[in-house]
Structure formats: C-alpha cells, structure tokens
C-alpha cells in the first residue's frame, strides 16, 4: 500500500544548530505535503504546508524542501532552540482514494541539547 | 479560545463496556476527522466526515462509529471496548477542500482494562 515515511526515528541536536528531518513517500500522485510538530501531551500543531508545484516554501525558522524526483521531503529548523523539542510528523494527501484523508509518517523525536 | 475540543481527556474503562469521545470545533469547518495513534506515536485516520459525506477507513472496526448532531459536533462511540482499543484519540477539522489544513483538538488517552 501507500507509506510516508521517516528516514531517522530520533534525532539530537545542540541548540542554535539547525535540525533537518527528512521524509519519504511512495505515492506519486500525492500533490499536498504537511508538516506537523506533537509536543508531549499535546495533539499535533501544523507547522508549514507545501504544494507538488513548488519545491521550497519557507516559514519563520522552518522551510521545507520537496524533490518529486526522488520523492523526498524534509523540514528544516533554523537555530533550534529548547520548545522545539516534539515528535515531528510529515503528512500527505491524495494516496487513499479520499482528497481529505492526510497519511501520516511514523515521526521523528527532535530533541533539542542545552 | 480553543479551536477543536474533545472532552474528556482521559478515559478509562473495562473491556466490553461502550463510551463515547466528544468533540467539538469552533472554527466554521465544514469537514471533522477522528485519528487514533498507538503507543508508537503512528497516527491513522479513521473517519472524515461532513455533510455530504462519511468515509470510513476500512480497517477500522464496526464497533467504532461518528455520530455528528451538527456541523461543530463530531462524536466517536464505541462499543464493545477491546484491549486494543488502548490508544490516543484525535479530533481534528478542516474547511474541507482538498489539500486543506487541519487543525487538531488536544487528544483523548483510552485505557482499555
């Protein structure tokens, strides 16, 4: 069946550096991506958006990147910083047969050094 | 203001017993989602739901039923609670439109005992 998937389940870094968590996904007609941040306790918050016709689209402190080609998206965090500490999941849409039906990537726990 | 509520926040119950998940959504949306993530973190959908259409995902079992008394309203029952039931619940809502963002409510944690 159609996955999104994580390369990397957990990943560390010193605060001030930048994190970059990557995804893949094996559906080609998946035209809609999201990334979204879960912090402990807490149900998952929306952090950026990207469409198939781009393939970079920045926020503050975040850009994500899309390569269609080799089917790969990643999240970048500009100087991590402590509250961005939180499992981050990338989702899409279009690969169950339902426009509005999101599929989740199994996560990746940022954690966030002093 | 919370955007997208659910009530309560923690559940427990014995095995066979049913109970309902609440939640409710002040932001206009016209389409509500429950999601169930296990102990693993892995989030999966189970229904999307609005006025003019319920999909089921097909994995999810008939015990576990939406019930949406209005737009703002999309309650999750479930009867017959199994052991597996065990997960965290997830409400969420969106305008509707493909590809639209969706906003999640805080979670409900089930213990199935």
């Known amino acids: 069946g159609e996955s999104v998937g994580l390369h990397l389940p957990t990943l560390s870094v010193q605060e001030g550096d930048n994190s970059i968590i990557n995804c893949a996904y094996s559906?080609?007609?998946?035209?809609?991506f999201i990334w979204y941040k879960q912090e402990s306790g807490k149900g998952p918050q929306f952090i950026i958006d990207i469409r198939s016709n781009m393939d970079k689209r920045q926020g503050q402190r975040v850009t994500v990147l899309l390569n269609k080609t080799v089917k790969h998206l990643s999240l970048q965090i500009a100087a991590t910083q402590p509250g961005d500490s939180a499992v981050y999941f990338c989702a899409e849409t279009g690969s169950s047969g339902s426009a509005r039906q999101l599929t989740f990537g199994s996560g990746t726990q940022l954690t966030v050094l002093p | 203001d919370t955007a997208v509520s659910q009530t309560p926040k923690y559940l427990v119950t014995q095995m066979g017993n049913d109970k309902s998940i609440k939640c409710e959504q002040n932001l206009g949306h016209d389409t509500m989602y429950w999601y169930k993530q296990d102990s693993k973190k892995f989030l999966k959908i189970m229904f999307s739901?609005?006025?003019?259409?319920?999909?089921i995902n097909e994995t999810v079992p008939n015990r576990f039923s939406p019930k949406s008394p209005d737009k703002a309203h999309l309650n999750l029952h479930i009867n017959s609670l199994e052991l597996g039931d065990s997960a965290v619940y997830f409400c969420?809502?969106?305008?509707?439109?493909?590809?639209?963002?969706?906003?999640f409510g805080p979670g409900t944690r089930l213990t199935v005992l």
């Open positions: 739901y609005n006025n003019k259409e319920l999909i």
């Open positions: 969420a809502s969106s305008h509707g439109g493909r590809g639209d963002t969706q906003y």
């Open positions: 559906n080609s007609a998946s035209d809609y």
